[in-house]
T-cell receptor
Framework: DAKTTQPTSMDCAEGRAANLPCNHS???????VYWYRQIHSQGPQYIIH???NNETNEMASLIITEDRKSSTLILPHATLRDTAVYYC???????????????FGKGTHLIIQP | DAMVIQNPRYQVTQFGKPVTLSCSQT?????MYWYQQKSSQAPKLLFH???????NEADTPDNFQSRRPNTSFCFLDIRSPGLGDAAMYLC?????????????FGPGTRLLVL
């Protein structure tokens, strides 16, 4: 799986959009970009994933650059409950060998300030 | 509404005393995973079951074993816990194990070794 690089921590004001960057310059053509988050003392929670096109769901938007070497997770109106560690994970669409787990990097600790 | 359940949330054991952590799921998913998360680190996959097939990660110590008696339940056995095994243990499921699928995590069991 391609390696990802994320800032260690970020601050964002409550009510503003939180933009979390992720670099994945060695991504290959069949690898997806996934985002999970982990609120303190809880298990990770799936947010969104994409391959090439930008994606949006009820939680967030995912913007992937045209060359797919980086992406940005956008939380449009951040709340205090969005304070968490956000993990960007790049993984093959299908490993072909059965089930596979996720390889987590260090993630970004996002702190939403009141 | 709980989908992946881990009990207890906190487990204390003594150095060298075998301990078992439990996970159950109401999703009827084929795949169940166990991750270890040490303090201030990202989750690390230990092993997973695809149905009844057990798949161990290459660097998972022999001290860690797992059992899956049926679709709903999966257990993590630590035969002789050391101080270095103190961590959060996360159970997760996915429907078929394809990487494009969402993984659903439980809240975790925090293990303390005295």
């Amino acid at each position: 799986d391609a390696k990802t690089t994320q800032p260690t921590s970020m601050d964002c004001a409550e009510g503003r959009a939180a933009n979390l960057p992720c670099n994945h310059s060695t991504i290959s053509g069949n690898e997806y970009v996934y985002w999970y988050r982990q609120i303190h003392s809880q298990g990770p929670q799936y947010i969104i994933h994409g391959l090439k096109n930008n994606e949006t769901n009820e939680m967030a938007s995912l913007i992937i650059t045209e060359d797919r070497k980086s992406s940005t997770l956008i939380l449009p109106h951040a709340t205090l409950r969005d304070t968490a560690v956000y993990y960007c994970i790049v993984s093959l669409m299908y490993s072909g060998g059965g089930a596979d787990g996720l390889t987590f990097g260090k993630g970004t600790h996002l702190i939403i300030q009141p | 509404d709980a989908m992946v359940i881990q009990n207890p949330r906190y487990q204390v054991t003594q150095f060298g005393k075998p301990v078992t952590l439990s996970c159950s799921q109401t999703l009827n998913h084929n795949v169940m995973y166990w991750y270890q998360q040490k303090s201030s680190q990202a989750p690390k996959l230990l092993f997973h079951y695809y149905d009844k097939d057990f798949n161990n990660e290459a660097d998972t110590p022999d001290n860690f074993q797992s059992r899956r008696p049926n679709t709903s339940f999966c257990f993590l056995d630590i035969r002789s816990p050391g101080l270095g095994d103190a961590a959060m243990y996360l159970c997760a499921t996915s429907r078929e194990g394809h990487r494009q699928e969402t993984q659903y995590f439980g809240p975790g069991t925090r293990l303390l070794v005295l």
